[in-house]
């Protein structure tokens, strides 16, 4: 659910690897601090769980990408991202994020709660590694997307947009940092902040973190509409398609896709 190219050098089993791209989603994708409220009794989705694919046609420089969505008896969910799928442009294969969270709803809208696995992310707890010292980050933030399923076999996710609700934040509506500080607030590496660590040239830091409370978000998305949230254009909105992931063959390329 996140752009191809962001990603592309983030892979390798790494803590820090991993950290750069935590931070890489913050990057280009506001993140939450609270999500949406947790429903009562969380209930996956029916209509979006099972495997969902979006294809590119051959001469848009792009590849496909297999979305999996799987329930937990405790009516969370586990999202499983595979991008760079016969991606012309990268010899070292396919790349995988997987999320966890829940689905849930404001005024008819629904919406997707995901934040990097905690399974996943267990590097991160000073608990877990006592050999990592000092070293100490906060766990991985929310990520929230809207989804409709229009037919049976069709599901769209529109990504919110870091500059609308960085400007939410800036005009007081919501709570939280637009900046790369704020952004940075929280973690840090033997002593040091985090944009220390990773000031490499040419690597971007900016977005935008909300901490308004859950119920304070969800006003908020009530009164102003989602619309004051989502991005809009092909880099926002992803079309997937209900159906198992088959290879590119000569034959498709050769009609078009």
């Known amino acids: 659910m996140m752009t191809r190219r962001t990603y592309s050098s983030f892979r390798g089993p790494s803590y820090l690897t991993l ?49 999996s969505i799987f329930a937990r008896s405790s009516g969370w ?58 070293q100490q980050a ?33 005009k007081g509506k919501l709570k939280g940092e637009a900046d790369r500080k704020g952004m940075l607030k929280g973690i840090l590496f033997n002593g040091k902040s985090l944009e220390e660590v990773l000031n490499v040239e040419g690597f971007s830091l900016e977005g935008a973190v909300v901490t308004s409370s859950s119920d304070e978000l969800a006003k908020v998305i009530s009164r102003e509409g989602v619309g004051a949230f989502l991005g809009e254009g092909e880099d926002y909105i992803h079309a997937f398609s209900r159906g198992p992931y088959q290879p590119t063959t000569k034959a498709d390329q050769s009609e078009g896709d």
Do not use: H, M
Request: include cysteine.
């Open 77 to 134: 969910i586990d999202v499983v991202f595979i991008y760079d799928i016969d991606t012309q442009t990268s010899a070292d294969g396919v790349s995988v994020l997987t999320f966890e969270g829940y689905s849930t709803s404001v005024n008819d809208q629904r919406f997707l709660c995901l934040r990097l696995r905690a399974k996943d992310l267990g590097w991160l707890r000073r608990e877990d590694r006592p050999n990592r010292g000092d």
């Open 138 to 170: 906060t766990e991985s933030p929310f990520f929230i997307f809207n989804y409709q399923t229009p037919s049976s076999d069709k599901l769209t996710i529109t990504f919110f947009s870091t500059l609308k609700v960085g400007e939410l934040i800036k």
């Open 19 to 67: 950290l750069l791209l935590l931070v890489s989603l913050v990057s280009c994708c506001p993140a939450f601090k609270n999500p949406l409220p947790l429903p009562p009794e969380p209930k996956a989705d029916n209509t979006i769980l099972g495997t969902w694919v979006r294809a590119f046609k051959p001469d848009e420089q792009g590849s496909r990408e297999q979305l």
